[in-house]
């Protein structure tokens, strides 16, 4: 392989800026292309009338291993959610806290009726390994799983629906079990976080560590071979190696690929100001919909956690899964009510901030799908080479700049 020119990676998401990371610890030249006007791709914090909001909620497991490995958790300045949370059901909050971390609500939560005694036990094994999702194949669905492994149907509306659908991004719970497994084994092991300057620290963070000459914004990649890329502005650049950093539908566009299609799971989130005085609610925890009735599945008072609202106001962000085709004014309207019914008269004082809807948020992910990490020569990376999260997307980018300094490691197609 000629190693003259620089490794290019199309895409500084956090697989591109990870693969970038390695390569630059390795010494070997690269050139970031990235064609929006900043690094970390779906993981983004705009700043707004003095309030912090990412594009969609979203979290960091601090069990995550790749995540431990690839970031700085001290300088990021991660705040922990409350190791439980609360659920909406027949007009008022019950608490499951985690009886491992916070002993006397994890016993007091037993009484309440989010699932019986036996489901309570039954996640307690699951936590501990005495049962376990191993032995199901990765096909099967997790709600088809979490009825093998025996919890009763108020366990599963009442907690692991609006739970699980919100990291899924699914309301259905048809993501393959293995997603379930994994994101409950980290959701065992850590906590779940936010870095005090919200999501998008943390591609700030691995993108600081690179030169800035080793980035490039608002150049987008049209045509690539293993060789070269070249952009839009018509101009082409020579590479040793060329990485597509992307989602999967533009790695496959890029090298003419058949089955571009996927789908995606949607989000959509809304972000509520709301004076100081009139918050409800003062821990940093996660309070899901147990009931099934109103559009938003889950919600947190984010200023709870990290500094993101101004003095004397406070912040809501409240996640509704899928596309939603309803104007603001309908779909606020709606989740008022719903708040309304949850926290009473006073949330008339909150008021939508704004209004993200993440039409490609997660790539769906029913079954475990295996992407060689290198066509036509031209290597890629990204979270749907893995169960898609943060976690697989630091992965992936790490493993695509591995193969490319030790190319005897890339694995031969079967
Ligand atoms: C609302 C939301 C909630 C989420 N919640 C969680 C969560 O709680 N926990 C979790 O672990 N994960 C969550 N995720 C998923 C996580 O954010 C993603 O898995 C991860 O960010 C994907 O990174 P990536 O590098 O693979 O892709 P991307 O972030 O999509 O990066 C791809 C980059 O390539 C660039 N690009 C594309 N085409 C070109 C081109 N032709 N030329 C140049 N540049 C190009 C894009 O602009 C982009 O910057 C969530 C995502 C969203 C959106």
Redo the contacts with the bound molecule.
Sequence with gaps: MNVSGPVVI????????ACANTLQEAGRPFLL????DA?????ATDHYEGFKLD???????TA?PEAEKALDYPSLKLRNFYNGSRVWFQGRFHTLADPFRNPIAGIASIANPIGSFADKLKVGLLRTGLISTKSIPHEVPTIQALDQLGFSNSMIERFWRPFMGG?F?ENDLHTSVRKFEETFRFFSKGAIALPEDGIGAIPRQIAGRLPPKSIRYQ????EVSKNSVSLRSGEKIQASAVVL???FE?ASL?TNSKGIERDWNS?E?LYFKIPQKWLPENKPILLLNGEGEGPVNNLSFLSNLTSCAPSGWALASATILGRREESDGTLVEEAITQMKRWFGPEVRYWELLRR?S?S???PSFQKKESFHPVIDNIFR????MGT??????LK??REAAELILNPKLIPTRE
């Design positions: 199309v895409g500084a998401g956090i697989s591109g800026l292309l990235e064609k929006s690094p970390g791709g779906r993981i594009r969609g909620f979203q979290v960091l497991l995550y990291v991004l150049e987008q990649v049209v950093a992307t989602d533009q890029l989000v989130c993200y993440v490609k948020a997660i990376c990204g979270d749907y898609p999260s943060i976690d697989s997307a992936s980018g």
